[in-house]
């Protein structure tokens, strides 16, 4: 289906091309929040999502899945602004075949 491409190890967008897609997200939500994890489990090939929420997500918001693409070298970055296993620059944001790539979700929860 196209969806599970892994540029590679998560790595820093540079500044012209964050300026370019106007990247800078900002979760304002619970739903944006479990939609963007959601959409990280599928970008990662998951056939099985689970979304568990405890007092309705104020206190807890997990997405398990059965999804690759992590690896422990990328936890460092994982959360960092403007960094993304999906693009280098502005170019490759023709051939992104995901849900996400801007770098910006899990910085802004």
Known sequence: DGMTT?????QSIDRQTVHKICSGQVVLSLAV????????SLDAGATSI????R???SELLE???????LEP???????LKH????IQD??????????????EALSSL
């Open 90 to 103: 502005f170019a490759d944001l023709s051939s992104v075949a995901t849900f996400g790539f801007r770098g």
């Open 33 to 40: 929040a479990a939609k963007e994890l959601v959409e990280n």
């Open 6 to 10: 892994n540029a590679g190890a998560i």
């Open 55 to 57: 007092e309705h997500g």
């Open 83 to 86: 960094h993304t296993s999906k």
């Open 50 to 53: 689970e979304v568990r929420m």
């Open 63 to 69: 997405v398990c899945d059965n999804g690759t693409g």
């Open 73 to 79: 070298g990328d936890f460092q970055a994982l959360a």
